[in-house]
Structure formats: structure tokens, C-alpha cells
């Protein structure tokens, strides 16, 4: 199996003890890649180090809407380097919160916005957080006319997703598939060559590993409910994922 984790944050403290183990866990059960996603300038300098000391690890840079308020006033200029990276292979995770609010709605608004403006010029895709924030995140993918771009663990409607998906942005799902029963009939209508899986890991472990430390491996226990969910195998569903996420991330190699 060549099981790709899209979305996983394990550069945070609770891997310092055994990250590595985590990582060889991972590629022993088929995960050939992990993407470490930064969330502000400081972990994407560390999922940057992670990525050069481990071959099947990727890193994003970008800054997560919780962080928009501390942004400090060259960082678009700073997020720009690490693009020049040839692991670098993503702007992400950008987007807005308004559930918890940790900044303010306007200043999420204009470094997400800024974000994406970034990413066109770069040339990459994007990882968009969206929570709470539909309507907003829309307009935005609609106005810097950047359809380049991945809603992560999404966690919304249908009629949502089709909107999303009609401006050519992409889907990723977590594990919250495996216990939010409204998300089935999201999965059973995003095209495979659409979707992507992550785990998101530390957080949203899936069944039946709810509540515990989630980590790359347990991508698996996505595939096994998106192939249910579809009425397929668990192979296609991994081979045409993973194919989605190698077209949609350019420089995952
Ligand atoms: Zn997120
Ligand atoms: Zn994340």
C-alpha cells in the first residue's frame, strides 16, 4: 500500500519523545509520505528540518488563522524562502477560525487573504483550515481567483463541498469521518480525483483510537471508511488518492 498522510503536525512537543519511532511506524504500515504542516514561521522551520532529515517527509510553510494576530511585518517576505525548498511543497496552513476566534476575524481575513495572493505567485497550492468560516473562505477563493488549493479535515456540508469543489479547490478528510455521520454523504459525493487523506495528526484520531495521541499510520483507518463509504476496495481507494495528492502537490516526489 502507498498510503500518503497529507495533513499531519508532527513537529509538535508531544513527538519530542519519539518522533522517529512514529515516523518508521508509519512507513512499516505503508504511509511512503507524511506532509508536516507549519502553522506559523517558527514550526515551519521545524517541519522543514524534520523533511531534510527524513526522505518521506514533506513540509508546508504558512500561518494558521490562530497565529494571524502575532504575525510579525516582513513574514511574507520570510514565508517566501522556504519555497525556494525543494521539500517545501505547499502554503499552508492558511484560513480562517471563527469558532475559536484566537485572532481577530479581520486580521485572519487579511493574512489568509495575503496568503493566497502569496501562493499564486509562488506557484504553489494551498491548505486551507476553514471552521465556522464558510461564507468567507469562499469569497476569498473567489476573489484572488486561486482555485489552486485543499480544504482540510473538512468538516461541512454537502451543499458546501460542492461549491468548494466547483471552484477547483480539493477535499481532505480525517478521521472525523469514521464518528461525524453527517460527513458520509460528503465522502460518497467528492470524486476520488478530488480527495485527499490526512490524519491531522496529534489531533482527531479515528476509531477506534478516539481520544488518543493521533499519528500518521492511522491514515489507514481513513482509506477503510472512505472505501466503505464508496463501495470499494481499500487498494483503489489509496492508489487514486495518492494519485490526486502527487498531481495536486507538484513537488512531492
Ligand atoms: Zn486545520
Ligand atoms: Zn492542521
Known amino acids: 500500500m502507498n498510503y500518503i498522510d497529507t495533513h499531519c503536525h508532527i513537529y509538535m512537543d508531544r513527538f519530542d519523545g519519539d518522533r522517529d519511532a512514529v515516523i518508521q511506524r ?7 509520505r507524511m506532509i508536516c504542516i507549519g502553522v506559523d514561521l517558527p514550526s515551519s522551520e521545524k517541519c522543514l528540518n ?4 527524513h526522505p518521506q517527509v514533506f513540509a508546508t510553510a504558512g500561518i494558521h488563522p490562530h497565529e494571524a494576530k502575532d504575525v510579525p511585518h516582513r513574514y511574507l517576505h520570510e514565508l517566501e524562502q522556504f519555497y525556494q525548498h525543494p521539500k517545501v511543497v505547499a502554503v499552508g ?5 471563527f469558532h475559536y476566534n484566537f485572532s481577530d476575524e479581520k486580521e485572519q ?9 502569496l501562493a499564486t505567485s509562488v506557484g504553489l497550492p494551498t491548505v486551507v483550515h476553514c471552521r465556522e468560516s464558510d461564507d468567507e473562505i469562499l469569497n476569498g477563493i473567489i476573489e484572488s481567483k486561486n482555485g489552486n488549493g485543499v480544504i482540510h479535515c473538512f468538516a461541512s456540508t454537502l451543499a458546501f463541498s460542492q461549491q468548494i469543489l466547483k471552484t477547483g479547490f480539493h477535499l481532505s478528510f480525517t478521521g472525523l469521518i469514521t464518528f461525524v455521520n453527517a460527513l458520509e454523504d460528503v465522502v460518497k459525493e467528492t470524486p476520488l480525483n478530488r480527495m485527499m ?3 491531522d495528526s496529534p489531533y482527531l484520531a479515528p476509531k477506534p483510537y478516539r481520544g488518543k495521541r493521533n499519528e500518521p499510520q492511522y491514515v489507514k483507518q481513513v482509506a477503510e471508511k472512505v472505501a466503505k463509504l464508496k463501495n470499494m476496495s481499500v487498494e483503489d481507494v489509496v492508489s487514486q488518492t495518492t494519485h490526486t495528492a502527487e498531481l495536486f502537490f507538484e513537488k512531492l516526489k
Open 109 to 117: 481575513i487579511a493574512v489568509y487573504l495575503e496568503q493566497l495572493e
Open 50 to 53: 524534520i523533511a531534510e532529515k
Open 26 to 32: 508509519a512507513i512499516d504500515n505503508g504511509v511512503e
Open 197 to 199: 487523506l490526512e490524519t
Open 93 to 97: 496552513e492558511i484560513g480562517l477560525d
